[in-house]
């Protein structure tokens, strides 16, 4: 729990779960892969202080963003299809988009590394 009340605390969480929805509204911008990143990072941390704000904390780090340092898969499209039922799909992984003479990859996404070795793993 908080420093704050518990009436001006459970207020708070309301709010920013309000903000959620807006989220949803920016997959339609065409967002560089850097804006799309910052804003998925900021939706996951309002998520994670939602959780540890209503007692369901998972685990997650609240204090820090995810790492930039980490690493992910380009998945090109038929095979990103499969991947695109996972739960873990949407929040973790980002569009393609090509730069400048950069080679343009029609629906292909950014995987995290270690979601695609889990998928890989036998048993």
């Known amino acids: 729990m908080s420093t704050l009340a518990p009436q001006t605390e ?33 939706e996951n941390l309002i998520r994670c202080i939602i959780e540890y704000g209503e007692g369901n ?21 038929p ?16 569009l393609h988009q090509a730069f400048d003479d950069q080679e343009y990859h029609d629906s292909a996404y950014f995987v995290p590394l270690d979601r695609m070795m889990d998928i890989n793993e036998p048993g």
Do not use: H
């Open 79 to 94: 095979e990103v299809q499969e991947l695109m039922e996972y739960e873990w799909f949407r929040p973790e992984c980002y």
């Open 10 to 42: 459970i207020k708070a969480l309301q709010v920013l779960a309000q903000c959620l929805p807006y989220f949803d509204e920016l997959a339609n911008l065409a967002m560089t892969s850097e804006d799309a990143f910052s804003a998925r990072q900021a």
């Open 57 to 77: 904390y998972s685990g997650r780090v609240v204090s820090a963003p995810a790492s930039t340092d980490s690493l992910y898969v380009l998945v090109l499209w």
